[in-house]
Nanobody, 115 residues
Framework: QVQLVESGGGLVQPGGSLTLSCRASGGMFSIYHMGWFRQAPGKQRELVAG???????EYRDSVKGRFTISRDNAKRTIYLRMNSLKPEDTAVYYC?????????WGQGTQVTVSS
């Protein structure tokens, strides 16, 4: 069973940057298409970005040009570089298998964008 641990969140001012990390243990990480998801208070969890096993990427429209997803299979880790952060990016961020998100959810990492 794959276990996921997210890290790197924090409090940042609007316009700031953060890099999130998600390390996976167990399973054959390199073959999985992975994704970053987020859930804001009172809202449903949504896909933010995805990356295939070969490195192709996708982004939701609201983060295109600001966020970059990447992966390091040797480290069993995916990353989310977030630039030009906005208050509406505030949420708990999670990683999981892209589709379906079938692994057990980790604890997530809180990102708060506020002045």
């Amino acid at each position: 069973q794959v276990q996921l641990v997210e890290s790197g969140g924090g409090l940042v001012q609007p316009g700031g940057s953060l890099t999130l990390s998600c390390r996976a243990s167990g399973g054959m990480f390199s073959i999985y298409h992975m994704g970053w998801f987020r859930q804001a208070p009172g809202k449903q969890r949504e896909l933010v970005a995805g990356i295939t096993s070969s490195g192709s990427t996708e982004y939701r429209d609201s983060v295109k040009g600001r966020f970059t997803i990447s992966r390091d299979n040797a480290k069993r880790t995916i990353y989310l570089r977030m630039n030009s952060l906005k208050p509406e990016d505030t949420a708990v961020y999670y990683c999981n298998r892209r589709a379906p998100p079938s692994f057990n959810w980790g604890q997530g990492t809180q990102v708060t964008v506020s002045s």
